[in-house]
Nanobody, 121 residues
Framework: QVQLVESGGGLVQAGGSLKLSCAAS????????MCWYRQAPGNQRELVAV???????TYADSLKGRFTISRDTAKNTVYLQMNSLKPEDTAVYYC???????????????WGQGTQVTVSS
């Protein structure tokens, strides 16, 4: 089983920055990729950024240049650095892991509980 715990959310003024963390714990799994999603009340959940096991990154076009995803392999932690925050960035941010049963090709996805980010105008 894989467990994900997000942290680092909070209240920030427009133009400010926050750095989110997602700590992963896994037993018998390896993680192939980790993603950040976000969802505001009444809105659909949207993909923010992806980082693969090889370290390649992908961003939503609208966020490229403001948000940066990174990882610390030794700590099994992925980060989302958010700069120049806007009120429309207000949402619950979720970590997602694409995990593989170690030694097999079986894959599954896990979600964290989310962390609230609120950007005031």
């Amino acid at each position: 089983q894989v467990q994900l715990v997000e942290s680092g959310g909070g209240l920030v003024q427009a133009g400010g920055s926050l750095k989110l963390s997602c700590a992963a714990s896994a037993s018998g799994f390896s993680i192939d990729a980790m993603c950040w999603y976000r969802q505001a009340p009444g809105n659909q959940r949207e993909l923010v950024a992806v980082i693969s096991s090889g370290g390649s990154t992908t961003y939503a076009d609208s966020l490229k240049g403001r948000f940066t995803i990174s990882r610390d392999t030794a700590k099994n932690t992925v980060y989302l650095q958010m700069n120049s925050l806007k009120p429309e960035d207000t949402a619950v941010y979720y970590c997602n892991a694409a995990a593989r049963v170690r030694g097999t090709s079986f894959k599954t996805n896990y979600w964290g509980q989310g962390t609230q980010v609120t950007v005031s105008s």
